[in-house]
């Protein structure tokens, strides 16, 4: 069954918890639910909950087994945005004579005031190098606001205090300007983009996290350098892999809509992976009782490192249950990526540095229609940026 959480969670697991003593949960997709909902429903009635939802906190949460997720901690792309300034934007700024010999680069972090937004925003502020020094060294030349929870029933004027974030940004006139949000964002985008004095000589560069890629695709035609001046993370996601094609072609066909807000949604593939892993787990039980401790560990024992790799998938069913019945150890692939949960439940994925996809609309006009690789990522495993920036150079 599926429930909508648009009207609260808590009716929700109430009734999945402890009406119906379900073992085993996928979702909710955000953070700030699947932390209440661990907290007060599954974890206390020892049901396992498999969720893409990717705030940090998730790491260290101690979940006795029974939090596991498919796509990787924003941990991991929150350290890739603090070290994008200094290892590529400042250089680049420099060589292109923007920032002059001796002149100190000036950054401003704008973020979501929720679970999501706060755990990026302090990576930020203890990782992040500009001018080579710290962040807090930098004195004036680095802020960082909060632009508001828009979930927070207590935020009743949401509007104005974006118009005071884009107010505040444009006061400073940064060099960089880092963004952590979702939809919201398109409101400070746009105000900063068109805010923009036309006597200062620079226009900002933008890094944004992963859900700030929706917006991309909503803002259409901006200044004509906007689309060589934003970069963002993402989880790297092959989604040329026969699985991912298949998944998103069959979401092209019946919400067309949707692929075009959001053409490479990483949470559709994890929650593909999710509906998957937890229907093989479940059938790999066979006759041991259906509980979440059970559940968890049938879902670790997807992963049989160094045995044949089998991809998820319709056309897989039939042989992943052949080899669940005869014993056959396989390591499931998910069309998200790995899916070796480690200890705490966690995937390792790469971080994809993504720049803007854009379509002419006219004479000399482009829009912003969506994003595209561009070349950079960041390897996880080796701790250090592989390849270069070569789809979307520019000042």
């Known amino acids: 069954m599926s429930c909508d959480s648009t009207k609260g969670i808590d009716p929700i697991f109430d009734h999945l918890i402890s009406e119906l003593n379900l073992p085993a949960i996928i979702g909710p ?89 706060q755990a990026i925003a302090h990576t930020l502020r203890t990782e992040l190098r500009l001018n080579g020094k710290t962040a807090a060294a930098n004195g004036d030349r680095f802020q960082i606001a909060d632009f508001g929870d828009p979930g927070d029933p207590a935020n009743t004027s949401p509007d104005a205090k974006y118009a005071s974030t884009a107010a505040k940004i444009l006061a400073m ?21 068109e805010g923009w004095p036309a006597t200062i000589s620079y226009r900002p560069r933008w890094i944004g996290s992963e859900a700030v890629a929706v917006v991309v695709a909503r803002l259409g035609t901006l200044e004509a350098s906007f689309p060589r001046r934003f970069l963002l993370t993402t989880v790297r996601i092959n989604f040329e892999s026969p699985v991912a094609r298949s998944l998103l072609s069959s979401i092209a066909e019946e919400h ?35 509980t979440g401790p059970n559940i968890a560990a049938a879902l670790r024992r997807l992963n049989q490192r160094g045995a044949p790799v089998v991809n998820v998938g319709g056309t897989a069913i039939l042989s992943i249950y052949e080899r669940l ?71």
């Open 325 to 395: 019945k005869s014993g056959r150890p396989f390591d499931l692939q998910g069309a998200s990526g790995s899916l070796d949960w480690d200890q705490n439940g966690d995937v390792v994925q790469d971080i994809d540095i993504l720049c803007v996809k854009t379509a002419t609309t006219g004479p000399r006009a482009l829009a912003s229609i969506g994003t595209k690789p561009s070349g950079l990522y960041y390897d996880v495993r080796r701790n250090r940026f592989v390849a270069k920036i070569a789809d979307c150079t520019g000042p």
């Open 256 to 290: 067309p809509d949707v692929v075009k807000r959001d053409p490479r949604s990483v949470n559709a593939l994890g929650l593909y992976d999710s509906v998957y892993a937890m229907a093989y787990a479940i059938a790999s039980l066979r006759d041991e009782p259906l």
């Open 29 to 117: 997709v955000y953070s700030q639910d699947t932390l209440r909902a661990l907290t007060k429903y599954t974890l206390p009635a020892k049901a396992v909950m498999l969720s893409t939802a990717t705030a940090a906190v998730f790491t260290a949460m101690p979940s006795g087994g029974l939090f596991l997720r498919t796509l990787a901690s924003d941990a991991l792309q929150g350290k890739v945005l603090a070290l994008l300034p200094g290892q590529y934007v400042e250089p680049e700024l420099r060589s292109a004579g923007v920032l002059a010999p001796g002149e100190q680069m000036k950054l401003f972090v704008a973020y979501r005031d929720d679970m999501y937004g």
């Open 173 to 193: 006139r940064p060099h960089v300007i880092a963004i952590v949000g979702s939809l919201e964002t398109e409101k400070i985008i746009r105000a900063v983009e």
